[in-house]
């Protein structure tokens, strides 16, 4: 009956993108009078936008205007037309929704609308990408259209300095990676001007690759650390014990589920043996579990885990001597993220690289929560269905699948299982040898950098005969079931013989070779391996990209030193026209692009991403995966069985079993390793929510601070609330005189205060009460703290109390963050005596940000009470080296060049720097912080670069 409904009235899916399309109708009726405008008068469309809101009307109303305008605007400068369907995918994004398109749809042109909206408001529009390349690529790609209309277009990629991301962010839409602005928010909260901030809000985000970044990179947390102590000697010698203990699979239990790796009691008492026998305790222990030599039970299970867990190749790669992790979804490398607490480093002590000191936790935020920030928030994914009552209970985003532009005409084949690696890898050769030799395309998709570059190594000797012909002998013709049952006898047979199959490999190791790589991936019979979904963001075109050969070609133009016409562009844009279009027939003909997949993911939607990449706006295209009883999946959650099964019924070595039951077997076992993944996700986000309004508190605090000029009334009540915590301590309200601890009170109003008073003999006073003390010790204090102010002066002052009090949320921050990382550690033990670990874990995290207040109060007292002041003339500065470049601000040419030649207007430069004087330096730079960046240019500080001149 619901399924009769469904067909009857359409689904809500069908319901939704009904409305959208019927708005999509209005938008077309409009296109005949924008086309008939000039570029200047499109151009002036946007200040008539921006002055329609200055007068109240809101974006929807706009809509079907500003959505025209930006499709003349792509047709005009990219020579593109949106498709109906990427009209509506724009509207679900400016809803704020999940727009689900297929690869190929051109999802980079779907938000070229919406962002162009969204952006008339000026508060500013992130587009958010997976990664550097693709954050350039389409900052530059789609910002023509941008700049066409008069909007400002920044980009935030790794290595930009403070001065260049604060333009970027100031433009009307900025293009960055999703750690970049992250990170980016967690240094404006450490920083201690607001001038160095170079965010300036959360207005509107459009994420890319929704899922991936949402999703998958949502199960750990942002986290900007500092160095601790250099433990690196302990880790080898940790390293080379659990080595040897590891040899023995009776000492440690290992579940690849969970990913955890423990000692069984005999390994514990093995490696307390050896560790006993090396006199690695602390002095006066026993025991490896005696509470002094809790670190090294640490240093113990990280190091079985790095061993046992972590394969190289895999989880990470060791590039230019150092551990680089692999993300496990994209196989990209992940530049500068760390495994925390001590994970790390356990790792580069097993692959005897260079150890890199533990870090501490300065600031962290998850993913979850930065992007929770933002008032409104979309994405678009070619999957993202799978997961959408997850991004419906985290984000509040609803998930609306978009019809493609043609019909797909992709075939998905069921799945191939063998029984082993060598019989399912003979199998894959033998594919990729017919598609080769037949001039199809394929693409072969494998879970690690390890297995991608076995089946290079496995094609680079494969022998190969490949049937190309089969034709029935005439003398058999007529008659077909004789033939039938006689085989091969029957037929004329002509076959290709060869040894090698040249081919592609992208992983983690091709990483600045991904875009040009995946580009070629649709030329008649290339082979291109790749690990997971490299190369994602970059369409797979039949034929060839055109756009990547155009840019090849000019980078080749350049290296020869040979100056590019537009004359000869546009010639070899037309020469490569016609050869894409002569290749992109060959690979039609031979059937499309192959899909083969190696190894079912644990997530069903990084399967449907890869059979995704064939089957773009309606060409033919071919899927299949091949799996064997040894792959990671099947062996965890049913190998064994279904290797019985397979002897059981005769299976032959090199045969395979294939069935519809199968595909829903191993989609279960993915079901199941999904839902496991979105509860870690889960809890780690029900942990980060009850810190993630201590972090909002603190930052909102932190900014007060740096925005105020004068703090004095807040110190003045930090200090009172001190004065009342010490006498209610030491002097209870209902307790006896007798009772009142006078000499404590006295020592902590010495150490916090800096006063001697005589409080033994106010106490002493016949009929003195804690009020009446307390009100005098406050008299003693605020007459101290007006003396140390007319001592230092109202500036000097003022600008010491708001140092003190950065300074001193920051320490206690990062200590409170270190407490509930030990907290957040061993609050799972509770679960054992029938308590709720997550609301002990509100209780106590409550408890220690009230402990974080109290002694922020008390030590910014004691600091501003106690400190003694010296005034001495500053040491000479040594002026710090000038590298070759240094542009100069004047003429933007290197000074240390030929300083005459760039000097011409007589600016001060070289040795005659000492003598520059604050109005030589340009408007505005002598408002700039010491601390921050120069805005030269240069990448120095502020304070080392012009700023030391002056």
Same mark, same amino acid.
């Given at each position: ?12 899916? %069908? ?26 008068? @499109? ?11 200055? =007068? ?25 037309? =949106? ?137 750990? *947390? ?101 551990? $680089? ?9 992940? =530049? ?242 016609? %050869? $894409? ?274 002694? @922020? ?46 000097? *011409? ?46």
């Amino acid at each position: 009956m619901l399924g009769f409904a469904k067909k009857l009235f359409g689904s809500s899916n %069908d319901r939704k993108v009904k409305d959208f399309m019927s708005r999509v109708q209005k938008i077309n009726a409009l296109e005949a009078k924008y086309a008939a405008l000039s570029d200047d008068e @499109l151009r002036m469309m946007t200040d008539a936008f921006r002055d329609r809101i200055g =007068q109240g009307e809101s974006l929807d109303k706009i809509l079907n205007d500003a959505f025209a305008v930006a499709r003349e605007a792509s047709k005009r400068v990219l020579g593109q037309r =949106q498709y109906d369907v990427q009209l509506t995918g724009g509207m679900i994004l400016h809803e704020g929704g999940i727009a689900e398109m297929r690869t190929g749809e051109g999802k980079t042109l779907v938000a070229v609308a919406p962002v162009y909206l969204n952006a008339l408001l000026g508060k500013g529009v992130h587009v958010i990408t997976v990664n550097d390349y693709l954050a350039r690529r389409d900052a530059e790609w789609m910002g023509r259209v941008y700049r066409f209309l008069g909007l400002e277009v920044g980009v935030i990629v790794n290595g930009l300095s403070s001065g260049q991301r604060q333009m970027s962010y100031a433009a009307d839409i900025t293009y960055g990676t999703n750690n970049e602005f992250g990170f980016d928010y967690l240094r404006d909260n450490l920083v201690y001007d607001r001038r160095e901030m170079v965010q300036r809000g959360h207005h509107f985000a459009i994420v890319d690759e929704v899922d991936s970044i949402l999703i998958d990179e949502a199960r750990t *947390p942002l986290i900007i650390s500092g160095p601790t102590e250099d433990r690196s000697e302990l880790y080898k010698i940790v390293d080379a014990l659990v080595k040897t203990l590891i040899q023995d699979k009776s000492t440690y239990d290992l579940d690849e589920k969970q990913r955890q790796a423990l000692l069984t009691e005999e390994g514990s008492e093995r490696i307390e043996q050896m560790l006993e026998e090396g006199g690695h305790f602390a002095e006066d222990t026993t025991g490896l579990y005696d509470a002094a030599n809790i670190s090294l039970v640490h240093h113990v299970n990280q190091a079985l885990r790095a061993n046992t867990l972590y394969q190289r190749d895999k989880d990470y790669i060791i590039k230019g001597g150092e551990i $680089i992790l692999i993300d496990e979804f994209t196989g990209r490398m992940m =530049q500068g993220r760390r495994l925390s607490e001590g994970l790390h480093q356990a790792i580069e002590a097993k692959e005897d690289v260079k150890i890199m000191p533990e870090n501490q936790t300065l600031a962290s935020v998850t993913i979850q929560n930065y992007f929770r920030l933002y008032e409104k928030l979309s994405g678009m994914t070619g999957t993202a269905a799978t997961e959408a009552q997850e991004f419906l209970d985290i984000y509040k985003m609803d998930v609306l699948e978009v019809p493609t532009n043609r019909p797909v005409q992709r075939i998905d084949h069921d799945d191939e299982v063998y029984r082993t690696y060598k019989e399912k890898n003979q199998a894959i050769a033998a594919q990729i040898a017919q598609c080769h030799v037949k001039g199809q395309p394929i693409l072969v998709g494998t879970v690690s950098i390890e297995k991608s570059e076995q089946l290079s190594e496995l094609l680079r000797t494969y022998a190969y005969e490949v049937e190309i012909s089969r034709t029935l002998k005439p003398e058999y013709v007529g008659r077909e079931k004789e033939a039938q049952k006689i085989g091969d006898a029957a037929y004329d047979i002509q076959t290709v013989k060869g040894k090698g199959i040249p081919h592609s490999v992208l992983n983690a190791r091709q990483h600045e070779q991904e875009a040009y790589i995946v580009a070629d991936a649709g030329l008649p019979g290339a082979v291109t391996i790749a690990t997971n979904m490299a190369g994602r963001g970059t369409d797979i075109q039949l034929g060839g990209n055109l756009e990547m050969r155009l840019a090849k070609w000019r980078l080749d133009q350049r290296n020869l030193a040979i100056e590019v016409t537009p004359e000869m562009e546009k010639a070899e844009e037309e020469r490569l026209k016609a %050869d $894409i279009a002569v290749q992109k027939e060959k690979a039609l003909a031979a059937g499309g692009l192959f899909v083969l997949g190696t190894e079912r993911h644990e997530s069903r939607r990084i399967d449907n991403q890869l059979r995704g990449r064939t089957g773009r706006q309606g060409d033919p295209g071919v899927s299949k995966f091949f799996l064997c009883c040894e792959d990671d999946l099947l062996r965890i959650f049913a190998g064994d069985r279904l290797d019985a099964i397979m002897r059981n019924f005769g299976v032959a070595e090199g045969e395979a079993i294939s069935h519809p039951w199968l595909n829903r077997a191993v989609e279960t076992a993915q079901k199941r390793v999904e839902t496991r993944n979105y509860d870690i996700r889960k809890n780690l986000l029900k942990y980060d929510d009850v810190v993630n309004d201590q972090r909002k508190a603190v930052f909102e605090q932190r900014q007060e601070f740096m925005d105020s000029e004068d703090l004095s009334e807040l110190v003045g009540e930090f200090r009172n609330d001190v004065i009342s915590d010490l006498v209610e301590r030491y002097m209870p309200p209902k307790a006896y005189a007798e009772q009142w601890d006078i000499d404590g009170l006295d020592e902590k109003v010495k150490s916090t205060l800096g006063l001697t008073l005589p409080l033994h003999d106010w106490a002493a006073e016949e009929g003195v009460s804690n009020e009446e003390v307390e009100e005098r010790i406050r008299e003693a204090a605020d007459k101290r703290a007006a003396e140390r102010l007319e001592q230092l002066g109202e500036g000097q002052m003022r600008g010491l109390e708001k140092q003190f009090l950065m300074q001193m949320i920051d320490m206690q921050w990062r200590e409170h963050l270190v407490h509930l990382d030990h907290l957040r550690g061993v609050i799972g033990l509770r679960g054992y005596g029938q308590r709720d670990p997550l609301n002990e874990y509100k209780t106590e995290a409550f408890s220690l940000f009230e402990t974080l207040l109290h002694e @922020l109060r008390h030590n910014v007292t004691r600091w501003l009470m106690t400190v003694e002041f010296r005034f001495e003339a500053p040491p000479p500065m040594d002026l710090p080296e000038f590298q070759e470049i240094h542009l100069n601000p004047g003429t933007g040419q290197n000074e240390m060049a030929d300083p005459m030649a760039q000097n *011409p207007e007589g600016q001060v430069t070289g040795d005659d720097r000492s003598r520059l004087p604050v109005e030589l330096l340009p408007a505005g730079w002598e408002r700039t912080p010491r601390n921050a960046d120069c805005p030269c240019g240069s990448g120095r500080k502020f304070k080392h670069c012009h700023g030391a001149l002056v």
